[in-house]
């Protein structure tokens, strides 16, 4: 019989057999990491169950101290009587139309304001800039707050559209900012031969460069959407005199003070609570392939 010949091809080395693949030893130190995060995690998690238990559990057990946990009775009617009878479904649409401005006019004007300022060099730049980054370190939203409110309720925008604009300008520089990092890391190829075919800067910056901001697009879109939704202060201030224009994180605290028995009910608040959370998580998992490459293409190209 004659010996088969293993040939091997040059540039690659044979792969090594499968017992010592298998035999691998695993790292004390990767073991210990691995330990430190699933603890971590189920720290993290553990308010979020404990909310999701209580939500449907009786009343008087979350009042009682020897009260366990788990419910001895599942009591899901918490999450119907929330939606209907706290008028949680007008607080969540009021959510919804105002967190969806705020998304929409933020990735358009910080898309374009990120883009004119990477690709061009205006007049007076540098103390523009100045500027935004100094407002991002003096916290000057409760102060201006009250200002704002007077300013659009002089405008006519005391509405969900004025709750849109105000949270729209307390989010909109953080991200200017990081689209003109990425956009300082693409190329300018494709840009310089659309103006050479007529394209004027609207027109490159719409039809070539915004397709090619898809991953931090997507990452401001998460960033704003949670920032808008989960947004407590300005909501509150514009619906002090029009509780019609709470938003659902509004409504959630207003229903521990709006019971009309004495007594707080806290499994239909964490009910509300834990349905406010359900837009986050679902953008989040349709976003997340473009979160992480985002965010650090924005934080570290430029």
Sequence with gaps: MSTPVITETPGRTAAPDAPARRGRRVRPVTVLVHVVLVAAALIMLSPLVFGLFASVSPLEQILSRNGGVLPRVWEWGTYLQAWTTASFSRYFVNSLIVTALVVVLDTLASSMTGYVLARRRLRGQ?????????????????????????????????????????????????????????????????????????????????????????????????????????????????????????????????????????????????????????????????????????????????
């Design 126 to 302: 540098r103390f523009l800039e100045s500027v935004y980054v100094g407002t991002l370190f003096v916290g000057l939203t409760t102060a201006t707050l009250y200002p704002q409110y007077v300013i659009a309720q002089a405008l006519g925008l005391d509405n969900l559209l004025g709750i849109a604009l105000v949270q729209l300008a307390g989010i909109m520089l953080v991200h200017i900012f990081l689209i003109k990092a990425f956009v300082l890391g693409l190329g300018t190829e494709m840009e310089d031969a659309a103006r050479v075919d007529g394209c004027g800067l609207f027109g490159t910056y719409w039809r070539i460069a915004f397709p090619m901001m898809r991953p931090i697009l997507a990452t401001t879109v998460i960033l704003g959407f949670q920032a808008s939704w989960n947004n407590y202060q300005v909501p509150l201030v514009f619906s002090l005199a029009a509780p019609d224009l709470r938003t659902l994180v509004v409504g959630v605290s207003a229903l521990q003070y709006d019971a009309a028995e004495g007594m707080t009910p806290y499994n239909t608040v964490l009910a509300g609570a834990n349905m406010a959370l359900v837009p986050i998580v679902v953008i989040f998992i349709v976003l997340q392939r473009h979160f992480v490459r985002g965010w650090t293409d924005g934080s570290v190209k430029g």
